[in-house]
């Protein structure tokens, strides 16, 4: 069973949360802490008895925006520890799902928290300590757990495929869409929309910030208002000094400053 330290400055939504979690047969504990001073007091006190220890963490269930210190700070802290406890971030904001999952995070929880939703974290916590979920409600009952997505077979924990995908919310259900499989993202003001083969999404996050933490995954700029993996353009077309190009069913233009940048990457692909 779990022993879990719930994090968050506000006292309505710290007490809902502590209510939700020691309402789970699989949660053996749960603290709270209303600030961040608190927490890293009581987390520093668990890393010093260690994991095993009666004053241990398993996992730290973690609000994102709160005053001194945010939720990731914390997160960034615990990170250079040999055996820190899990982190599920709590938080009533979308745009900070890939720093998060960048950061190791079991899961990525939206407010205002479902009780299902809550159960799944515990679950996917549950996996990655290999705790038994005994007492876990059966599905269809109160509090069960529902899966917020599919995840793609892969070795490792979800932990190590977490920076893999990029969590999006779809009617209060967060699902988590592989990198792997967005062929581009098209800016809309401070969102950016992911095209897949089977639909689009909308995330919170500025296509400049996409542009920068997926280069290496093979994402170019081809345009202000374009992202587009390179591995998924199927034709370069020059009309009448007009560059474009078909993604799929997509046809996409390119701007001028970005067209013989393109033109030699995938050039240099093909021959390589």
């Known amino acids: 069973m779990l022993r879990v330290l719930a994090v968050d400055d506000e006292e309505p939504l710290l007490e809902e949360l502590l209510?939700?979690?020691?309402?789970?047969?699989?949660?053996?504990?749960?603290?709270?802490?209303?600030?961040?001073?608190?927490?890293?007091?009581?987390?520093?006190?668990?890393?010093?008895?260690?994991?095993?220890?009666?004053d241990g963490i398993d996992v730290v269930f973690l609000d994102i925006h709160m005053a001194?210190?945010?939720?990731?700070?914390?997160?960034?802290?615990?990170?250079?520890?040999?055996?820190?406890?899990?982190?599920?971030?709590?938080?009533?904001?979308?745009?900070?799902?890939v720093q998060a999952f960048d950061l190791k995070a079991v899961d990525y929880v939206l407010k205002p928290v479902r009780?299902?939703?809550?159960?799944e974290a515990v679950r996917r916590a549950c996996a990655l300590l290999d705790r038994p979920a005994e007492g876990a409600p059966a599905a269809g009952e109160a509090g069960a757990a529902v899966p917020a997505a599919r995840r793609p077979a892969a070795e490792g924990g979800a932990a190590d495929r977490a920076?893999?995908?990029?969590?999006?919310?779809?009617?209060?259900?967060?699902?988590?869409?592989a990198i792997a499989d967005i062929a581009y993202v098209?800016?809309?003001?401070?969102?950016?929309?992911?095209?897949?083969?089977?639909?689009s999404h909308l995330v919170r996050i500025p296509l400049s910030t996409l542009e920068e933490r997926w280069a290496a995954r093979g994402f170019v700029r081809i345009h202000r208002r374009h992202l587009v993996a390179l591995g998924r353009i199927d034709e370069l077309r020059l009309d009448a000094g007009t560059t474009t190009v078909r993604v799929g069913s997509a046809e996409?233009?390119?701007?001028?400053?970005?067209?013989?940048?393109l033109r030699d990457l995938l050039m240099r692909q093909a021959t390589g």
């Not at 789970?24 to 603290?31: T, Y």
């Not at 990029?166 to 699902?175: D, K, N």
């Open 163 to 177: 920076p893999d995908q990029i969590a999006v919310e779809l009617g209060g259900v967060t699902r988590f869409v």
């Open 115 to 119: 009780p299902e939703r809550l159960a």
């Open 19 to 54: 209510y939700l979690l020691r309402s789970d047969p699989r949660v053996h504990s749960a603290e709270g802490a209303s600030d961040a001073t608190g927490a890293l007091r009581r987390i520093t006190r668990a890393l010093e008895t260690g994991p095993d220890g009666a």
């Open 68 to 97: 001194g210190l945010t939720g990731l700070d914390i997160a960034r802290l615990l990170a250079g520890f040999a055996r820190p406890p899990l982190i599920v971030f709590v938080t009533a904001h979308e745009g900070f799902a």
């Open 186 to 199: 098209e800016a809309q003001g401070d969102y950016a929309r992911l095209h897949t083969d089977e639909g």
């Open 252 to 261: 996409l233009q390119v701007s001028r400053r970005h067209a013989r940048e």
